[in-house]
């Protein structure tokens, strides 16, 4: 029987293509930003995604001292935070988190929109940061991809 076979293929280790991608925070919304870096980070993005596999790229954010958030989400929305101990809950605001730890900010954004097991803690490692315009990660040659050409 002279018929056409598909075959699905599945990505392991070994077959991943990892590349570097930087990607400019400055004045993008938090949000829209995040959820193009997760989406980055899982390697949804490529033809060969796999779900239980990491096929995602590593990614650097620089400027995300510079990022903003729209309507009064600055001052009104809460991050919480518990010590464990009675009474030990924290409150704070992107605005003062972003005086504090800029990083946090973005940080926080992306892992909540990552998976919740051991793939996804995996995944955040592959985030790197920064709050200004340097990187540390200048040997790895990343690619500068502007967030619009991501759908």
Known sequence: ?????????????????????????????????????????????????????????????INASQIQLTGNKM??????????????????????????KPNAVVEKAVKGMLPKNRLGRELFRNLYVYEGNEHAQEAQKPKKVDLNSIK
Not at 48 to 55: A, G, I, L, Q, R
Not at 76 to 99: C, M, W
């Open 75 to 100: 001052t009104d929305k809460q991050y919480v935070s518990h010590s464990g101990y009675p009474g030990g809950q924290k409150f704070i605001s992107p605005e003062a988190l972003l005086a504090k």
């Open 1 to 61: 029987m002279d018929t056409l076979s598909y075959k699905t293929v599945s990505a392991n280790k070994a077959t991943v293509q990892k590349e570097w991608i930087l990607v400019d925070a400055k004045d993008e919304i938090l949000g829209r930003l995040a959820s193009k870096v997760a989406k980055i980070l899982r390697g949804k993005n490529k033809p060969s995604f796999t779900p239980h596999v990491d096929c995602g790229d590593n990614v650097i954010v």
